[in-house]
């Protein structure tokens, strides 16, 4: 399943990157799908504390509760 991950603020500097395309399974727990970004980006891993993880334009806690990804969705790693 392809998702899109859009990157705002200081994750852009961490990244490089504004956003870029993931392939990540369809069904993933939120802290899954966040080390998958975190394992492209071990950067990130400095700031975790301080990003909101948004999916479908909703905030997601990191931790366990089970995503069901559509194809086309939007990740958003946004620090506050």
């Given at each position: 399943?392809?998702?899109?991950v859009?990157?705002?603020?200081?994750?852009?500097?961490?990244?490089?990157?504004?956003?870029?395309t993931?392939?990540?399974?369809?069904?993933?727990?939120?802290?899954?799908?966040?080390?998958?970004?975190e394992?492209?980006h071990?950067?990130?891993a400095?700031?975790?504390?301080?990003?909101?993880?948004?999916?479908?334009?909703?905030?997601?806690?990191?931790?366990?509760?089970?995503?069901?990804?559509?194809?086309?969705?939007?990740?958003?790693?946004?620090?506050?």
């Open positions: 399943m392809v998702a899109e859009l990157y705002f603020a200081k994750s852009v500097e961490i990244t490089g990157v504004r956003s870029e993931i392939s990540v399974p369809q069904e993933i727990k939120a802290l899954q799908l966040w080390k998958e970004i394992t492209r071990p950067g990130l400095d700031v975790r504390n301080q990003i909101l993880f948004a999916v479908h334009q909703e905030y997601v806690e990191l931790g366990d509760q089970l995503l069901l990804l559509q194809p086309g969705d939007e990740i958003a790693v946004i620090p506050h």
